[in-house]
């Protein structure tokens, strides 16, 4: 691979990186983020390195099918959300910050339900698939905070604990089913039902027209499009990055996973993405 001397004669910096610092200098790239971008603060993404799935999360339509399902969920996520939350921003969504603030970067659109972009000081986030510190009710619409969600859960089960290590990216954990059974499910403060669910998109739950609407003018406004830390697997981000390629405009991919849309791909760079980001800030700050 062809390399170019960046930041002093024990540092190279590979050729793509620098035409990759080229397509976006001062272009206000719009920014398309998956789970990738979380890794190094500790939430792992759904694939490995091989495109296939770590994890099988919950179904929508298995979590609106029965209590008995919901049940399953809030119990897993009471336990996982006490993990999921202690998770900072890394240095990958700083530097994402700083490139915006310089205006190599634009608005971005993440698939993550974490907030850690917004957490970092990143503006104009548009959150595809939902957040998970956000609660609606599927019987009467009423919205509410997963914080406050969580203390009701906890007075609702004060003797429920149980010890778990394990974090996923939809910030849930593995449970015996003699643990789930005596949880009990929190129910919605306006309308009394069982059927509170995070305000995110479940795996077979369709992203809200009037958001995917957002995300489609913000691709034709840009004047790139730079994907960070996403196979791009599923449709809901592809389509954006086949948008991008039809018209015309540069599309970037850094992530490590194999990406769905490398076929689209202006320049494709495999790194670490914070180190990645971290040599763009430098070049582009040069």
């Known amino acids: 691979m062809s390399m170019l001397a960046a930041t ?36 792992p993404d759904y694939r490995g390195p091989d495109g296939r799935r770590r ?6 339509g298995e979590f609106v099918a029965t209590s008995a399902a919901r049940q399953r969920y809030w119990a897993r996520s009471f336990v996982g959300w006490q993990r999921f939350t202690e ?21 971005v659109i993440t698939q993550n339900v974490d907030g850690l972009h917004q957490a970092a000081g990143t503006r104009e986030v548009t959150e595809l698939h939902g957040a998970l510190a956000d609660v609606v009710c599927l019987t009467c619409g009423d919205r509410s905070s997963r914080w406050g969600l969580d203390e009701r859960m906890r007075q609702a089960n004060p003797d429920f604990v149980v010890e778990s290590t394990e974090i996923r990216p939809d910030g849930d954990v593995s449970l015996e089913q003699i643990d789930v ?35 489609f003018a913000l691709t034709e406004r840009a004047e790139a499009l730079i994907v960070l830390g996403s196979s791009l697997a599923v449709m809901s981000g592809l389509r954006f990055v ?41 070049v582009l700050d040069a």
């Open 8 to 43: 002093g004669p024990e540092r190279v910096l590979p050729l793509e990186l620098i035409r990759v610092a080229a397509r976006i200098r001062d272009s206000r790239a719009l920014v398309l983020s998956g789970a990738g971008m979380s890794t190094a603060s500790g939430i």
């Open 242 to 282: 086949r948008r991008a390629a039809a018209r015309g405009i540069p599309v970037v991919i850094v992530t490590r996973l194999l990406a769905r849309g490398d076929d689209l791909a202006t320049e494709r760079l495999d790194g670490d993405l914070p180190a990645t980001l971290g040599d763009l800030v430098n």
């Open 181 to 215: 059974e005596r949880f009990i499910t929190p129910t919605c403060l306006v309308c009394g039902r069982d059927t509170l669910k995070p305000d995110v998109v479940f795996f077979g739950e369709s992203v809200p027209r009037p958001r995917v609407d957002r995300c």
């Open 87 to 107: 998770a900072a921003p890394n240095d990958g969504h700083r530097a994402v910050t700083r490139l915006q603030a310089a205006g190599h970067l634009g608005p």
């Open 55 to 60: 994890v099988t999360p919950m179904q929508y």
